[in-house]
């Protein structure tokens, strides 16, 4: 069944590809040619979307750990939050088809991960994990020297969803399986999901190319992390047992993001780092 094999890829792996999900393969490529377009633009376009500030629910960024990672990594970012409240700019109209097909597809994606945890159906759905979610195009410059930086260097990401469309020409994905570097495969049409203990936050990492620049595009599903909320998110009750007992402390999204952000991309998740029990 379909439940078994995503409640596996997400226990024993952390990461799956999906086909015949339903998002037209030319929307999936207009978003990479447009998100593309954005990078390329002369650099004083893309200066003028440049901040530090993550408050802003549009920006263009490098290196946004520039200055607490030990090294800094050779990728741009276009950063656009699109819900809870979308961006009211005429220009992110582009974004708003894909946009309700992420969210139609997260929500079934939660539901089959709900029942595959013996949950009932909408219980990830009413914890809100899909209220609020960002687009990050990441755009990855051909790098003359590339065995001395990472397109990104080994994290996890800071979300409860992660649905990365990725480039259709280029690889340089690859995920931590076993203690062993593994190239994820360019599969045209695929999108390609990282889930968070249980459910494997899987560590990965970016290498870079000298051929030609490389393109991605992720939605992160995080929660409401830019409205005030007091609400806090911990292990699920319901499969705790004696035997299995909390391995993390609640905490609320912001609390999470802040430190996240705050220590930056140095091989340590937050989550280990300082909400581990």
């Known amino acids: 069944m379909i439940i078994d094999q995503v409640i596996s890829s997400c226990e024993n792996y952390g990461f799956f590809q999906i086909v015949n999900h339903g998002v037209p393969k030319n929307l999936m490529d207009e978003m990479l040619e447009k998100a593309c377009m954005v990078h390329e633009q002369p650099a004083e376009a893309r200066a003028a979307l440049y901040t530090r500030n993550r408050d802003i629910k549009s920006s263009y960024v490098s290196n946004f750990d520039l200055f607490q990672a030990p090294a800094s990594t050779w990728r741009d970012t276009y950063y656009c939050h699109m819900a809870p409240v979308p961006p009211n700019r005429k220009k992110f109209q582009f974004l708003s088809e894909y946009s ?8 079934e994606l939660l539901e089959l991960i709900s029942e595959g945890l013996g949950l009932k159906r909408n219980y990830l759905k009413d914890m809100e994990l899909a209220k609020g979610w960002d687009f990050l195009c990441h755009y990855y410059p051909e790098c003359p020297h590339p065995e001395l930086t990472f397109g990104i260097q080994k994290h996890t990401d800071a979300d409860f969803l992660t649905i990365l469309l990725p480039d259709n020409h280029i690889s340089g994905l690859q995920v931590l399986h076993k203690n062993q570097w593994v190239d994820v495969p360019l599969v045209h049409g695929a999108l390609i999901l990282i889930t968070n203990d249980r459910l494997k936050s899987v560590e990965h990492r970016v290498i870079c190319n000298l051929e030609k620049p490389r393109m991605s595009f992720a939605c992160f599903f995080n929660g409401t992390h830019l409205e005030p909320s007091t609400r806090k998110y911990g292990p699920i009750k319901e499969l705790l047992t004696e035997t299995d007992r909390p391995i993390y402390r609640e905490t609320t999204i912001y609390e999470y993001l802040t ?6 991309l140095d091989g340590e998740s937050a989550l280990t780092a300082l909400f581990k029990l």
Not at 100 to 107: F, P
């Open 100 to 107: 309700v097909q992420m969210e139609k597809l997260c929500l």
């Open 259 to 264: 430190t996240h952000y705050g220590k930056g």
